[in-house]
């Protein structure tokens, strides 16, 4: 998930992949905590786009304005150009304030506009206090409805993108995450980055990247979120100006595909690297189906038995990482750096077959409810994180209410569901491995203990 604050031009922390998954997890399954969900969401309908309102009990205003689609508005040709127009939005200007003008008003009052950009949505959004609400919502509406995506502007923007994506190329943790993309999702438009490419980012033009954004930004592709104790009239009336310039678009629908892997596969590059990269991908549930949370808990504990397993007891790499990646095509990565991959590949079908075979236990499932949903307590206070668990249960799962539910629907999970979601998409893994090919037998992927396929037909 990138982020693109009007202040800063964030450069990609490449390091921190289990952190960005449980905070993008955070908003794809998180919940309101009780606090909040006493005061009454409701959604309304401005001109046609639907209004979720959460009261949030305290001073701080959070507004959220979606435009979905991500990697499928546009082609592979132009993989980032949505990115890149989330940047211009503040860092190139409104028609009515050049750049510093636009960034000197949010100052004066410690607001934040900024755009967020992955595969399935962009947002746009607002943060502010209370009392300068009526000073900061005109700001974003002009970053919204009349960004000025200077030309100057523009090519600065478009150079440091592409510093940044050169860097984030040599970063190992990065590089073989995008690998393992385009691989395990050629042909889908999950293989596009939605950073896009150094090759890509240098040809966009300020007038392209305009018109692009202007293609995107319909009533028929918006959502729009706000935390905050503003009462129903005020955000109606805001909204409807917000809305009054954007044209209604074409009917849109959030497509969602089943990702599934009839064999197992192996794909290497060779690159000087300290020690070597190995990433597996396959199956997982759909947002909305009813496996999703059963498969959610059950790839929380995998990821402990996969630490445990792989660095505690057999010391094959400091950080192994296993989670649960959720958007429109949902998938269970398995990732780890090691000298010894030949060995981390038994260690990891053994584990995968034994789980197979005993299930999980009932303590490993009571443990793991308790400390997913305490987790998701202690991440969701804050307006900024309710309004993104509210944007991606909306867009991904269509029930932004789910927010307010979760709690209780993990709670009734039992071990019997958790052991079978595990059991029912987990089976052929796409695996890509960089680093030195000639300490790498591709057969032990291929030819493993978990080479039977999922019984998941979708």
Request: charged residues 20%.
């Amino acid at each position: 998930m990138q982020h693109h604050f009007l202040w800063l031009n964030k450069s990609r922390q490449s390091n921190m992949k289990k952190y960005i998954y449980v905070m993008f997890m955070a908003a794809a399954t998180g919940f309101i905590s009780p606090a909040f969900a006493q005061q009454k969401a409701y959604e309304t309908t401005v001109d046609g786009v639907k209004v979720i309102v959460q009261p949030s009990g305290n001073d701080i205003v959070e507004i959220q304005a979606v435009i979905k689609g991500g990697v499928a508005n546009y082609p592979a040709t132009k993989m980032g150009i949505e990115s890149m127009a989330m940047t211009a939005l503040t860092e190139c200007g409104t028609l009515k304030h050049d750049k510093n003008a636009f960034k000197n008003q949010l100052e004066k009052i410690s607001a934040s506009v900024y755009g967020i950009t992955n595969k399935n949505y962009s947002v746009i959004k607002l943060n502010c206090i209370k009392s300068d609400f009526d000073t900061a919502w005109p700001l974003y509406v002009e970053a919204v409805t009349i960004p000025a995506f200077d030309a100057k502007e523009f090519e600065r923007i478009k150079q440091d993108a592409v510093t940044n994506l050169k860097a984030s190329d040599s970063n190992p943790d990065v590089a073989i995450d995008k690998y393992a993309d385009k691989i395990a999702f050629a042909g889908r438009d999950y293989a596009k980055d939605p950073e896009g490419t150094p090759e890509i980012i240098a040809k966009l033009t300020a007038a392209e990247t305009k018109a692009y954004y202007q293609s995107v930004l319909t009533r028929s592709r918006m959502l729009i979120v706000v935390v905050a104790d503003l009462d129903k009239e005020t955000i109606e009336a805001k909204v409807k100006g917000l809305l009054a310039n954007i044209k209604q678009g074409t009917p849109f629908e959030m497509k969602k595909s089943f990702f599934r892997v009839y064999k197992n596969t192996f794909s290497s590059e060779n690159r000087e690297l300290a020690t070597n990269y190995v990433e597996g991908i396959t199956s997982g549930p759909a947002p909305g189906t009813p496996d999703f949370d059963a498969f959610n808990v059950a790839m929380r504990i995998f990821a402990d038995k996969h630490f445990l397993d792989v660095r505690t007891n057999n010391g094959l790499s400091y950080a192994p990482q296993s989670w649960f990646s959720v958007g429109s095509t949902s998938a269970a990565r398995f990732s780890v750096s090691t000298t010894d991959p030949n060995k981390y590949i038994a260690v990891f079908d053994k584990l995968v077959d034994r789980i197979k075979t005993q299930g999980f236990s009932a303590a490993d499932v009571a443990n793991m409810k308790v400390t997913y949903l305490t987790g998701f307590y202690y991440k969701n206070e804050t307006n900024s994180a309710q309004a993104s668990s509210i944007v991606s249960n909306q867009v991904l799962h269509n029930n932004w209410k789910r927010s307010l539910t979760l709690a209780e629907d993990v709670k009734k999970l039992t071990p019997e569901q958790v052991s079978d979601a595990f059991r029912k998409y987990i089976g052929n893994i796409v695996w890509v491995y960089q680093g030195d090919t000639k300490k790498v037998n591709p057969v032990l992927f291929t030819n493993g203990l978990n080479k039977g396929d999922s019984p998941v037909k979708n």
